[in-house]
Nanobody, 125 residues
Framework: QVQLVESGGGLVQAGGSIRLSCQAS????????MGWFRQAPGKERDFVAA????????DYADSVKDRFTISRDNAKNMLYLQMNSLKPEDTAIYYC??????????????????WGQGTQVTVSS
């Protein structure tokens, strides 16, 4: 049983930056992978970024590579997404998620076991 709560979303102008946070509580999974996904109205939930438990391995969608940075602080049970050079197409609800066991399919939403409620990011042009 894990609870995930996102925060940090809001209205941002194109080219701006924000940082999303995800607080995890409840049972911990020390070998977990954590990820960020996003979903725009009428669209499927898409992979954004993922990070292994140690933080040594990260993965990014091509659309956000070199603009977004995922990080985690296991001692604080926190996950972060630093979002720079924002574009209108980044507008979506952003969700954090936890994958309890090791998996190679870290870009696949159905692989993840726990999800937050989401936080809205709106980028104006």
């Amino acid at each position: 049983q894990v609870q995930l709560v996102e925060s940090g979303g809001g209205l941002v102008q194109a080219g701006g930056s924000i940082r999303l946070s995800c607080q995890a509580s409840g049972r911990t999974y020390t070998t977990s992978t954590m990820g960020w996904f996003r979903q725009a109205p009428g669209k499927e939930r898409d992979f954004v970024a993922a990070i292994r438990w140690s933080g040594s391995t990260t993965d990014y969608a091509d659309s956000v590579k070199d603009r977004f940075t995922i990080s985690r602080d296991n001692a604080k049970n926190m996950l972060y997404l630093q979002m720079n050079s924002l574009k209108p197409e980044d507008t979506a609800i952003y969700y954090c998620a936890l994958l309890r066991r090791w998996s190679i399919r870290i870009r696949t939403p159905s692989e993840y076991d726990d999800w937050g409620q989401g936080t809205q990011v709106t980028v104006s042009s």
